[in-house]
């Protein structure tokens, strides 16, 4: 709970969620990066693999995905993104990391998180050693044990079953 970046991890914040104005998703627009030692080693937002906007899914009926309920989305995941940002660029300082995620409204708007549900970004924090996921709630910000963080997202979309 108490490990934040220090002083820094408003700051982390709200370059999350400058990132996330960048998103290419026409539903969510999500921004994450990744710290280490105070310092920013990845960042990422959520849209069509390789930016390719011809072959977004973002108007698919949510129908079609709702059995999946890990992954509602459309798009490759704003963390997706920063971890495979973090790991190019920084490979020997994931370990033991940072994540710090934000979400914007479509006008750049900063907006609170829900709850974690996203099992496949919670498994794959955990599985990069991410030690920590931060999010933005109505009551402050949260930082959440990688670790726990995948246990909450797994007890979350069981509870949607
Ligand atoms: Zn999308
Ligand atoms: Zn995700």
């Not at 920013?40 to 059995?67: E, F, L, M, T, Y």
């Not at 409204?105 to 955990?126: H, I, K, Q």
């Amino acid at each position: 709970m108490n490990s934040f970046e220090k002083k820094d991890d408003l700051s982390f914040i709200h370059e999350a969620e400058r990132v996330a104005t960048e998103a290419l998703c026409l539903k969510a627009h999500c921004g994450v990066v990744i710290v280490s030692g105070g310092k920013i080693i990845g960042r990422g937002s959520n849209g069509p693999a390789g930016d390719a906007v011809g072959d977004r899914k973002c108007h698919r009926i949510r129908s079609d995905v709702q059995n999946h309920v890990h992954d509602r989305t459309c798009c490759v995941h704003a963390e997706w993104r920063a971890i495979m940002d973090a790991l190019k660029t920084h490979p020997e300082k994931v370990h033991g990391s940072t994540l710090y995620f934000a979400r914007v409204d479509e006008r750049g708007v900063p907006m609170y998180s829900g709850e974690p549900y996203c099992t496949v970004c919670s498994r794959l924090a955990l599985d990069a050693k991410i030690a920590h996921f931060v999010l933005l709630h109505r009551d402050g910000m949260r930082s959440y044990d990688t670790r726990e963080y995948n246990e909450i997202s797994y007890r979350n979309i069981d509870a949607r079953k």
